[in-house]
């Protein structure tokens, strides 16, 4: 074989080496990586149901340039919700130094909005709900991902439809007010027993408040589980 024959095969052959001896990934694109995965195991661990979408800004090529043996990226412990993340990423070995990195998480959810125009001071029915993927990172007040968290609430405000159903929206009612006659039920095991008794205090759903017990005369305190029932126990 000729020189000028041989001379184009060795020029291939290096190139193709030299390809495979150069690292594929650099510092920086493996610590971008590692925090990916970090946010996303820690968004996905409080919102199991949603799609978390992660943008990692480009970590600068200077970290390319530096020595380091051990990074840490703690995530901190007052980490946001979501939107635009500020994360400290630190070198620990062989010298000490650190530098941030910034990230945009997106957390896509089934929420509940306004199937149809609900007028003020009327309770939230089931045909007024419609459910539709939200990126709740962006929103500032409580949001509600089932029909039964809504079912006893009422609309503060005129409300069109469309709009993201939020606890700035609704009011909770009360559900039993002071003097009324309640069920009182208590529960162990496979046993429950209910009484007659009467509200000492108004309160809401979930709320704790004082009742009699009208056969014993005994006053206890019990959870409202609906309107005219209360239990010793949640």
């Given at each position: 074989?000729?020189?000028?024959?041989?001379?184009?095969?060795?020029?291939?052959?290096?190139?193709?080496?030299?390809?495979?001896?150069?690292?594929?990934?650099?510092?920086?694109?493996?610590?971008?990586?590692?925090?990916?995965?970090?946010?996303?195991?820690?968004?996905?661990?409080?919102?199991?149901?949603?799609?978390?979408?992660?943008?990692?800004?480009?970590?600068?090529?200077?970290?390319?340039?530096?020595?380091?043996?051990?990074?840490?990226?703690?995530?901190?412990?007052?980490?946001?919700?979501?939107?635009?993340?500020?994360?400290?990423?630190?070198?620990?070995?062989?010298?000490?130094?650190?530098?941030?990195?910034?990230?945009?998480?997106?957390?896509?959810?089934?929420?509940?909005?306004?199937?149809?125009?609900?007028?003020?001071?009327?309770?939230?029915?089931?045909?007024?709900?419609?459910?539709?993927?939200?990126?709740?990172?962006?929103?500032?007040?409580?949001?509600?991902?089932?029909?039964?968290?809504?079912l006893t609430l009422i609309a503060r405000r005129n409300i069109a439809t469309g709009t993201i159903l939020t606890?700035?929206?609704?009011?909770?009612?009360?559900?039993?007010?002071?003097?009324?006659?309640?069920?009182?039920?208590?529960?162990?095991?496979?046993?429950?027993?209910r009484t007659q008794g009467t509200a000492l205090e108004s309160g809401r759903y979930g709320e704790q408040i004082?009742?009699?017990?009208?056969?014993?005369?005994?006053v206890i305190r019990a959870y409202i589980k609906r309107r005219g029932v209360v239990s010793v126990s949640r």
């Amino acid at each position: 074989m000729s020189y000028f024959r041989i001379m184009p095969v060795i020029g291939t052959l290096i190139i193709i080496l030299s390809s495979l001896l150069l690292p594929t990934h650099s510092i920086a694109d493996s610590l971008q990586t590692t925090l990916e995965a970090q946010i996303y195991k820690h968004f996905k661990a409080m919102h199991p149901e949603s799609h978390i979408n992660i943008v990692v800004n480009p970590i600068n090529d200077q970290v390319n340039n530096k020595k380091c043996y051990d990074f840490s990226i703690p995530l901190p412990s007052d980490l946001p919700s979501g939107g635009r993340l500020s994360i400290r990423a630190s070198c620990t070995a062989p010298d000490t130094w650190s530098f941030y990195v910034t990230a945009r998480v997106d957390i896509l959810s089934m929420i509940a909005t306004a199937k149809r125009p609900i007028l003020k001071g009327v309770s939230i029915r089931a045909r007024d709900l419609h459910f539709t993927q939200q990126n709740i990172s962006t929103l500032n007040q409580s949001y509600f991902t089932k029909p039964e968290q809504l079912l006893t609430l009422i609309a503060r405000r005129n409300i069109a439809t469309g709009t993201i159903l939020t606890s700035n929206l609704l009011v909770i009612p009360e559900l039993i007010k002071r003097n009324d006659t309640v069920i009182i039920e208590a529960t162990s095991g496979t046993l429950s027993v209910r009484t007659q008794g009467t509200a000492l205090e108004s309160g809401r759903y979930g709320e704790q408040i004082r009742v009699i017990n009208n056969k014993s005369q005994k006053v206890i305190r019990a959870y409202i589980k609906r309107r005219g029932v209360v239990s010793v126990s949640r």
